[in-house]
């Protein structure tokens, strides 16, 4: 999502026109993508491959635009493009693309309709914890990581004192574990679901409570509601800190608008 994203933003501002190369298939399958693949393409390899160079150097998408401008040959971008700023001239047209398809907005219904959520009223909170591949040492040290249990319980406690009538859907790769800590009447657990459809049911709520990775990050970014985020991600002076200038998360708009939870403790970062 995030390459695609940048391609749209680059090609914009450089006036350029969007080609995916083959193995864009399954985001065609997922969301309502415009922007055919090139199948047909001989000179795939030959292409222009212009790589950023991202260590140490941060996300800089006004030396990426000036340098395309300068190159008369077809371009193939390659790299690390994750930056709201990138895309930030497409914003409306990708909310657009990002639409679900018809097959998997129909399993979002029925998930919830089988859960009893569908009763007016009910304000419905996503949750997505990410644990298995983020919360290893390296990852942690990078800037990423699982936030501490007591982030999410004090972001669940902020939508509480919100609103009475509440219901957090939970998503998550370490569903154990989130057993074990959740425990309330308030949640529902959606479980053996892909990963498309889990971000759909997340997205398909009213507030969204999202942990790190960038499949949280547009978790966030697609929900129609407030977001909550991890105050210390990325962590400052991180490997990802770093990467991004600080400019990880996108500014407030129309859309919906952000909320910075701290944990009780530091425990991720030690």
Not at 115 to 138: A, C, M, P
Not at 157 to 184: E, G, L, P, Q
Not at 233 to 245: L, Q
Request: glycine share 4%.
């Amino acid at each position: 999502m995030s390459q695609y994203s940048a391609l749209l933003g680059v090609a914009k501002l450089a006036n350029r026109i969007p080609i995916l190369n083959p193995g864009y298939e399954d985001l065609k399958r997922i969301f309502t993508i415009s922007t055919p693949i090139e199948t047909k393409l001989t000179t795939l390899e030959s292409f222009y491959r212009y790589k950023q160079n991202v260590l140490p150097m941060p996300l800089n998408v006004e030396a990426t635009v000036e340098s395309l401008k300068n190159i008369s040959l077809d371009v193939m971008l390659k790299g690390f493009f994750h930056h709201f700023r990138y895309f930030y001239p497409v914003v409306h047209k990708l909310r657009k693309e990002f639409t679900f398809r018809k097959q998997i907005r129909q399993q979002v219904d029925e998930f919830f309709k089988k859960s009893n959520l569908t009763e007016k009223g009910i304000i419905k909170v996503g949750i997505h914890i990410r644990r298995t591949d983020l919360n290893t040492r390296s990852m942690i040290l990078k800037g990423f990581g699982c936030p501490p249990l007591s982030y999410f319980t004090n972001a669940m406690n902020f939508f509480r004192s919100k609103y009475s009538n509440i219901r957090f859907v939970v998503c998550s790769d370490s569903m154990k574990w989130a057993r074990r800590h959740f425990t309330s009447d308030d949640i529902t657990f959606a479980t053996n679901h892909s990963a498309e459809v889990d971000m759909a049911i997340l997205t398909s709520c009213d507030h969204v409570i999202i942990s790190n990775g960038t499949f949280s990050w547009w978790v966030g970014w697609l929900c129609r509601g407030t977001t909550v985020r991890y105050k210390q991600m990325p962590k400052y002076k991180s490997y990802v800190y770093n990467m991004t200038s600080g400019g990880h998360w996108p500014p407030d708009d129309d859309y919906n608008h952000y909320v910075a939870i701290d944990s009780d403790d530091d425990s991720l970062w030690e």
